[in-house]
């Protein structure tokens, strides 16, 4: 982050986004790396789809796969974004922190402060797992119904649904440590178990599909 | 592929490499796009080594998160040339289906060439998946030895370094299938298994490390 506000990362070449990662700057870092490999994961079955459309053999799942398309290519753009939000997510607690402490007024503040900002630190890689489990369902589709060449593409698209989802729930997870909410906690974690249960069901299920292919 | 030759994808803006993956066309796949998540997880390695490296609290082990952060940006930068070789790695073979077939010596010299063109593009993937699990190896130094702030970084290092090998993994298998040279289907085999089941291995336990520490 420059004075000038935190790089937007759809401008700058890929070793760029690398670079940052790899560098002790706050961000891009983990939350936002598992955005961009989910990313990746949802291009990989919208090029499978791309790969099945329009060709004669693939008639009968023509539509079907065109509904893929439009909803991988949905769940990548909102990966894109979510890998830019998550570089600022936790922006706010650092924020609420700097606040004055002198009086018990300031004090109440502050902690109200940090306690929201920690809540939009936690949802930021949360919608990342929500999102990356779409991935690993259309990528299942795409290995099923898509063009047989390009299975392995499916495959590599559950697998990477699967670690977008994993890693993002670990932010998820080392936020919610500091959330007083007890009930926002209860749920997200609730939701959180069950995403990658489903996550990691799929992605078995898709790479022994894919290896049943190949 | 434009008629120039290959897209440069380190001269690109990071969205027109998700774009590329995403389209029909032959490049970049998920070979590439594996390579590229192994670089994500190196690049969290690394940053976790920048994020250790001069404070005094972790002083004691500062020389080995200096040979952790040498050993993952080799890693990262062999990565990233893998990530836009592996976009012409299946060239050969297609150049090779191209060649003439009308007398027996032409064909010979042609199925010497398609297996020939084979073999390097299953080397290429092959070279991914070695170097995706020293990514692993080295995220589980990082977990164990770095800044505990920033577990979670080497934590999702660990992970997208199993899931690149994996990846690449399946490419390598697809290309495998059609290699005649026995001995070379074997020891690729061999190692493909050995690989894989180190990355599994390194994935579970320096997730299970994270855990504790968050």
């Given at each position: 982050m420059s004075e000038q506000g935190p790089t937007v990362y759809a401008h700058e070449a890929l070793p760029v986004y690398l670079d940052d990662a790899a560098s002790?700057?706050?961000?891009?870092g983990g939350g936002s790396v598992s955005a961009c490999v989910g990313a990746l994961g949802a291009a990989l079955t919208s090029m499978v789809c791309n790969l099945t459309i329009g060709k004669e053999q693939f008639a009968t799942v023509e539509t079907r796969m065109k509904e893929v398309l439009v909803a991988s290519e949905a769940a990548r753009a909102r990966l894109q974004e979510l890998l830019q939000e998550d570089t600022t997510a936790y922006s706010g607690v650092l924020v609420a922190y700097r606040?004055?402490?002198?009086t018990p007024e300031q004090k109440a503040a502050r902690h109200k402060a940090v306690q929201d900002g920690l809540i939009i630190a936690a949802d930021v890689p949360l919608e990342i797992c929500r999102v990356a489990l779409e991935a690993c369902r259309l990528a299942k589709v795409a290995a099923e119904l898509g063009n047989a060449n390009a299975v392995t593409d499916a495959g590599i698209g559950a697998l990477l649904g699967e670690a977008a989802a994993v890693g993002a729930a670990l932010n998820v997870r080392i936020n919610l440590g500091s959330v007083e909410d007890e009930t926002y906690v209860r749920e997200a974690a609730a939701e959180l178990d069950e995403i990658l249960a489903e996550a990691a069901a799929l992605r078995a299920e898709v790479l022994a599909a894919t290896l049943a292919k190949i």
């Open positions: 002790g700057k706050p961000a891009p606040l004055p402490k002198d």
